[in-house]
């Protein structure tokens, strides 16, 4: 199973909205809305931020926002705050019964 | 509060055989899924395995499969990934994670395993 497609780094502006593409195939992303969307500070433990394509946990900002189309996931951030660099990754069901991962978005805060 | 605690990383020859354990706390361990998760530096996450409620039902990456077990004690909270045959490219940190039915949901802070002559 392939890792996800993400870009290897997006940034922006406080106040901004940025968008982090996920692209997979018709055996993972395609298929399921179990695609999930992971915040990973350094030293700390990624936190689900986004889940079944488009849910937030409770207590995750409403700026997250994701969406699928296709075979391509899609998080966005509205309104940049520091807080939110960080590494970002994608996640998804596979028709294998696996979990497959996307190779990480750095996130920079400018 | 959801806690997840890993042990029993550390340095290995190759070929060798090392156990991780996960101890869990402050939800229902015996009714969650759970699943070992490495992510070697500078890369993204690579999902390792995962392993249903009572034990009966487990999955594994193909790059694992043969090599590595994952099982489970609901009496004692623990999660185990027992890893033989270790290669440099097993060489990460090792996650154990929670399932939340359909997405991974809660992380552990990970266990560093080395693989090392």
């Known amino acids: 199973q392939s890792a996800l497609t993400q870009p290897a780094s997006v940034s922006g502006s406080p106040g901004q909205s940025i968008t982090i593409s996920c692209t997979g195939t018709s055996t993972d992303v395609g298929t399921y809305k179990y695609v999930s969307w992971y915040q990973h500070h350094p030293d700390k433990a990624p936190k689900l931020m986004i889940y079944?394509?488009?849910n937030r946990p409770s207590g995750v900002s409403n700026r997250f926002s994701g969406s699928k189309s296709g075979n391509t996931a899609s998080l966005t951030i509205s309104g940049l705050q520091a807080e939110d660099e960080a590494d970002y990754y994608c996640s998804s069901y596979t028709t294998s019964s696996t979990w497959v991962f996307g190779g990480g978005t750095k996130l920079t805060v400018l | 509060e959801v806690q997840l605690v890993e042990s029993g990383g550390g340095l290995v020859q190759p070929g060798g055989s090392l156990r991780l354990s996960c101890v869990a706390s402050?939800?229902?361990?015996?009714?969650?899924?759970m699943h070992w998760v490495r992510q070697a530096p500078g890369k993204g996450p690579v999902w390792v395995a995962r392993i249903n409620t009572d034990g009966s039902t487990t999955n594994y990456a193909d790059s694992v499969k043969g090599r590595f077990t994952i099982s489970r004690d609901n009496a004692k909270n623990t999660l185990y990934l027992q890893m033989n045959s270790l290669r440099a490219d097993d060489a990460a940190l090792y996650y154990c994670a929670r399932s939340g039915g359909s997405a991974i949901d809660f992380w552990g802070q990970g266990t560093l395993v080395t693989v090392s002559s």
């Open positions: 079944e394509v488009s």
């Open positions: 402050g939800f229902t361990f015996s009714n969650s899924w």
